[in-house]
């Protein structure tokens, strides 16, 4: 599942203290619940919770240019048989002639033809789950069973990878003689309960019902023994009640104390052993002055002696402004790598100027993971700079140019996009 609001490390809340008043209620509710509900959850996750489904849909078409097409061209039609065809037939009859001409509109380059049947028999069977469609070999040729090409008329039938999501998931229930049926989780999560604001978890009347009703449920079963501690359990919570209002007002001051401290020290950044540091920003009044600067991992400020010391030119508001969103999108790799491919490179440059070598890593790491190769791109092999020049779907070789005019086949594990750092 992708994280996409990140909380930045100073305001990041314990949740599991703020969890725990729920934690017996949570475990009545789980212990309460069927074990036939519980093995659809493990075993049928996509069907059960559709936000997952719809995200690994989401990233299965962004990465196969076959399942694009046969979510855009194709129906499930059980009692067709579709030949495969060659790429010089009639593309509203015949498959491959159908995916070619697709490629060529959208700017792919089609499989060959001798895997594109294999490539899509293996798609609806493993990653749809669908094992009625099968292939064949007849006099006229190969032809796949379970799917028809859509014909203008046809538009309106369900697509096959994201046409066929409902919209409720019905849930048994133990505890009642009705079904309870549950919003798809695909939804804004401020809809299920969630603020989308400040990413806090906020409890709706219908989790309170639910709980109150658990807890009541829970009460009962122990309200003999709970009877003959009263007195006992009054005195207690009481004096329980005045510890925590008396450590509560520590917390709370000790916390404030910490924020200060936090926002006194805002040039300090602690590096995590596991992930290199953020680079340091600085404040509008004092940006003259450090804008050379930065903070090493012994916590030391570094400022360089060069020619522009003595010039106080500001940074222009693009750069600044993409100073900003790296330093916010730090910590989630794939969503630094995207900013990081679409900043121009001079302007990348300026950017990591003083960069040290772990944040300079850090951020080629993220960009080679968002990074996804393509014609008329340049390429980092080895430390050089080449043009990539043949990118074949499937193959784990591509060709580049090199800066002297070479042509040299190497493997894609050796290719990282060029970033001029």
């Known amino acids: 599942m992708p994280f996409n609001r990140v909380i930045p490390p100073h305001l990041r809340r314990d949740l ?4 725990k008043p729920f934690l017996p209620g949570l475990l009545a509710w789980v212990l309460e619940m069927p074990n036939s509900e519980v093995e659809e959850y493990v075993r049928n996750t996509d069907k059960k919770v559709k936000s997952l489904a719809s995200y690994k849909e989401e990233v299965l078409l962004e990465t196969n240019p076959v399942a694009q097409w046969a979510d855009n061209c194709l129906y499930i039609n059980p009692e067709a048989a579709t030949f495969v065809g060659n790429k010089s037939q009639n593309p509203e009859t015949y498959l491959f002639a159908n995916y070619s001409k697709w490629c060529t509109e959208n700017g ?7 895997r594109f049947s294999k490539t899509l028999v293996e798609l609806f069977q493993t990653h749809l789950g669908n094992l009625d469609v099968t292939r064949h070999r007849g006099n006229k040729g190969t032809y796949i069973k379970g799917i028809s090409l859509k014909l203008p008329g046809n538009q309106h039938l369900p697509r096959p990878i994201t046409g066929n999501l409902e919209d409720t998931v019905t849930v048994s229930d133990s505890r009642s003689d009705s079904s309870m049926t549950d919003k798809v989780t695909a939804e804004n999560p401020a809809s299920d309960g969630f603020d989308s604001n400040d990413g806090c978890f906020i409890k709706n009347s219908d989790e309170n019902n639910l709980q109150k009703n658990v807890l009541d449920n829970f009460s009962l079963r122990e309200n003999g023994s709970q009877k ?14 005045n510890q925590v209002i008396h450590e509560l007002d520590k917390d709370e001051t000790s916390h404030q104390k910490q924020k200060n401290n936090e926002l006194n020290e805002r040039t300090e950044i602690a590096a995590k ?6 680079p340091f920003i600085a404040s509008d009044t004092n940006r003259h002055a450090n804008r050379h600067s930065t903070v090493t991992d012994d916590n030391e400020t570094v400022t360089p002696c060069n020619s522009d010391c003595n010039q106080s ?3 222009s508001e693009k750069k600044k402004e993409n100073q900003e969103k790296m330093v ?9 790598g995207k900013l990081v491919l679409e900043i121009p490179e001079s302007e990348l440059i300026l950017i990591t100027a003083n960069y040290t070598n772990e944040q300079i890593k850090h951020i080629k790491d993220a960009a080679n993971r968002a990074w996804q190769i393509g014609l ?3 390429a980092d092999y080895n430390g050089e700079r080449v043009e990539i020049m043949e990118a ?18 190497v493997k894609r594990g050796n290719l990282q996009p060029w970033l001029g750092m």
């Open 313 to 315: 030119s500001s940074p």
């Open 392 to 409: 074949r779907s499937g193959s784990r070789e591509v060709k580049v140019r090199t800066q002297g005019g070479s042509l040299l086949k």
């Open 376 to 378: 008329n791109r340049d």
């Open 108 to 114: 792919y380059t089609p499989l060959a033809h001798i």
């Open 16 to 19: 599991e203290e703020d969890f």
């Open 228 to 241: 003959l501690h009263e007195d006992e359990l009054d005195k207690d919570e009481t004096s329980h009640q």
């Open 328 to 336: 916010i999108c730090w910590d989630n790799q794939y969503e630094l």
């Open 273 to 278: 052993p596991s992930q290199p540091s953020k």
